[in-house]
């Protein structure tokens, strides 16, 4: 389907970040502060105290009125799954429209990475894959205090 976009496919997530905060205004604006798909710690496992998943929901008419299975994956690099969450989320009927567009932020506390290496994120729709985002976690040497 073709909308002002260009081709318009069923839901798609075109906007996946990792950030240190992001919020929505009352007028629809999507605000990111910080992006990052790098931290580094002296010391593993390590909870990063605060992070936001943001991502974007574009979908065509067809999807209105619809209800979407989505899931977020916190992965290692052997696609081990660290943690699991599940939604779901019904298309507004938006008449007059040709495209849908949704941000959703995921606020994360004490988000456990184990050690170093390469980590990412995965949303899925209906159990496809839809987006993924890296984040690599490094060990950096403590400076001995004098």
């Known amino acids: 389907m073709d909308g002002p976009l260009g081709k318009v496919p069923p839901v798609e997530i075109p906007l996946l970040v990792l950030a240190d905060a992001a919020n929505t205004t009352g ?3 999507l605000n990111i502060l910080g992006i990052f798909n790098r931290v580094q710690f002296p ?7 605060m992070c936001a998943l943001v991502f974007r929901l574009v ?12 899931k977020v994956f916190f992965m290692d ?3 081990n799954r660290l943690m699991e969450l599940e939604s779901s989320l019904t298309v507004p009927e938006q008449s007059g429209q040709l495209v849908f567009t949704g941000d ?3 606020t994360l506390a004490n988000l456990v990475i184990p050690k170093p290496g390469t980590y990412s994120f995965e949303i899925t729709v ?9 984040l690599e976690a490094v060990q950096i040497a403590v400076e001995p205090e004098t």
Not at 43 to 49: G, H, K, S, T
């Open 27 to 29: 007028s629809g604006k």
């Open 43 to 49: 010391r593993y496992p390590f909870a990063l105290p």
């Open 59 to 70: 979908g065509g008419p067809t999807e209105f009125g619809t209800t979407k299975a989505l």
């Open 77 to 79: 690099a052997d696609g």
């Open 104 to 106: 959703s932020i995921l």
């Open 126 to 134: 209906n159990g496809e894959p839809k987006a993924r985002v890296a």
